[in-house]
């Protein structure tokens, strides 16, 4: 904005002295065209990085939909039992799949209320604020994304592989459906955070070009 | 800065009508006391956020350090043996506390390396690319610190109440103070992402102001 300031004035300074050289009619024909076409690349390229939000943010709403409705849906019973026990897995045997999907509960809530600001943003390119506003709950709402997806997957490696030195067995052997449901939850969370962190790198950059 | 050179036209513009209207020798001194007091307030709030930028850099390099050595120590045997093993727990019995020194040594590395560009912002308080380069580098190590103390915390959880449902016995019973050990690493790990966190958001401020 500064530059094209700096270029708005220079251009109106320029028509002026070259209407008072030759002093023709034509000459506020081409200032009214320069002043309308100086502005408008860089309204433009702003006006694309918040479309290319709007469309990472649907991208990331979609994941992290998608995350929640794995996790939430991850069950497998095992189909012999004995007379008092079913051996069953669900997401809620593990405290860390309960906070992956209160997390991720939040964070899909989060993404479709921060839709209308998106839209928003590429009606006025130029609403710094509401920029910063997002910038922040994207960095807050990136962190509780990355750390719930990282503590669920180091859980869902320990029930892979195990570990032997806690005599911690893996459990995957026998829930095999389980533990790829949950896998892909894991996997569709990080790219929800992945998303997001491409989103604050796109806004600090519309908000430098300010 | 778009403002910033608005008040500095204006203020230029000013003292050469009043040097017009009254021709006094004095004029030129007000010029030059205003000229360097408007833009001062300015300069001194950026430069007042590349300071505190910085001093908020030292406490997380000394938090990520204090993470991966607390890490690295932590190592425990228990004071009886058997004629073929030694119960010990250290920190690479489990894959998840190697990668947490691994990023935490590349995270104390990279904010050592950032102090001086802080430097540079506190010297040169409008230098935009350079700020936009910290915002976006901080957000990924962000991301990494809070992904590896998030992984961290889900197996010391683990460690201190174990899991019923999988049969993962709790180990903090027999190794207490390696419990203890990794339990800080975590929680410092986590309080060098919350300072990163606020980094970033302090950064966007910055590039907003430009």
Redesign the interface.
């Known amino acids: 904005?500064?530059s094209g300031?700096?270029g708005d004035s220079a251009v109106i300074n320029m028509p002026e002295s070259k209407a008072k050289t030759n002093g023709k009619g034509k000459a506020p024909v081409t200032f009214t065209a320069t002043t309308k076409a100086t502005p408008q690349p860089r309204g433009g390229s702003k006006k694309g990085i918040a479309i290319l939000d709007f469309i990472l943010r649907l991208f990331a709403t979609a994941a992290a939909i998608g995350a929640t409705a794995t996790m939430g849906t991850a069950d497998q019973q095992l189909p012999f039992f004995t007379q008092f026990f079913q051996f069953e897995?669900q997401y809620d045997?593990?405290?860390?799949f309960v906070f992956f999907l209160v997390t991720n509960g939040i964070v899909s809530a989060y993404l479709i209320l921060s839709l209308p600001f998106s839209i928003v943003c590429i009606i006025r390119p130029y609403a710094?604020g509401l920029r910063?506003l997002l910038?922040?709950l994207d960095?807050?709402i990136?962190?509780v994304t990355?750390?719930?997806?990282?503590?669920?997957?180091?859980?869902v490696?320990?029930?892979h592989s195990g570990?032997p030195?806690?005599?911690?067995?893996a459990?995957c052997q026998q829930f095999g459906d389980f533990c790829q449901a949950t896998s892909a939850a894991v996997v569709a969370s990080f790219i929800t955070?992945a998303l997001l962190?491409f989103l604050?790198?796109l806004?600090?950059?519309a908000?430098?070009r300010?």
């Open positions: 904005m500064e300031r700096n897995a045997d593990f405290e860390v710094a910063l910038i922040i960095t807050v990136m962190a990355i750390a719930s997806a990282a503590a669920a997957a180091s859980v490696y320990l029930a570990n030195n806690a005599n911690w067995l459990i955070s962190m604050i790198v806004s600090a950059f908000l430098r300010n």
